[in-house]
């Protein structure tokens, strides 16, 4: 069964901190997304990457930066957490012209900046 | 800017009832549009739709698109608990080959036994 995996289920972390969100995808996927979920705003997207060292900006981009350098793992990067950074993320996978079936999600991982 | 709207934002219903959950778009580079059910975890895939007027099914599901009006609907009908989760609906930016997807806010069901 193809698989997007997240480090974690839940993280704690104090403001201030630099915090590591890790994905890894199984299925030879070229492209990967770091999205957040808050209630009311739905899913919006932070970063994505088509290749294995390109990246793009998303909608959201400011305080993260990712990085990949392989292409199985994209990790997302909060270089100093602020409170208002606690969300849920979710990590996605997909190929290109990949019609039916869309992404593949990860499980998420629940973020709390105290 | 492009956006995807989903109504209503939350529904409560009874089990057996007939939900509709809607999904309206402007989208400048329409590729495909998708729904997705969440539960507790990741989102799993359940439609993707790129022709005007063929309905998907899937079971108690199904789901329409209307390319000139911009919107879409799923239909569950004879709804159980089991049906209870998050609704998301989203388009896909044809601008480029990586799929990206655009989101609405999702619809948060709740079926009653």
């Known amino acids: 069964d193809v698989k997007v995996t997240q480090s974690s289920r839940y993280l704690v972390k104090r403001t201030g901190e630099k915090v590591f969100l890790e994905c890894v995808q199984d299925?030879?996927?070229?492209?990967m997304f770091w999205y957040r979920q808050d209630p009311g705003l739905g899913l919006r997207l932070i970063y994505f990457s088509y290749d294995v060292k390109m990246k793009e900006k998303g909608d959201i981009p400011e305080g993260y930066s990712v990085s990949r350098e392989k292409k199985e793992r994209f990790s997302l990067i909060l270089e100093s957490a602020s409170t208002n950074q606690t969300s849920m993320y979710l990590c996605?996978?997909?190929?290109?012209?990949?019609?039916?079936?869309?992404?593949?999600f990860g499980s998420g991982t629940r973020l709390t900046v105290v | 800017e492009d956006k995807v709207v989903q109504s209503p934002l939350s529904l409560v219903v009874h089990e057996g009832d007939t939900v509709t959950l809607n999904c309206s778009y402007e989208v400048t580079n329409f590729r495909s549009l998708l729904w997705y059910k969440q539960e507790k975890k990741a989102p799993t895939f359940l439609f993707m739709l790129?022709?005007?007027?063929i309905e998907k099914k899937s079971g108690r599901l199904s789901s329409i698109l209307d390319k000139k009006e911009l919107f879409s609907i799923l239909n569950i009908t004879a709804t159980q608990t089991g049906d209870s989760a998050i609704y998301l609906c989203?388009?896909?930016?044809?601008?480029?080959?990586?799929?990206?997807?655009?989101f609405g806010q999702g619809t948060t069901l709740q079926v009653k036994p």
């Open positions: 989203a388009v896909e930016d044809g601008s480029s080959n990586t799929g990206k997807l655009i």
């Open positions: 299925m030879d996927h070229e492209n």
């Open positions: 790129t022709s005007s007027g």
């Open positions: 996605a996978s997909s190929a290109p012209r990949d019609y039916n079936y869309g992404y593949t």
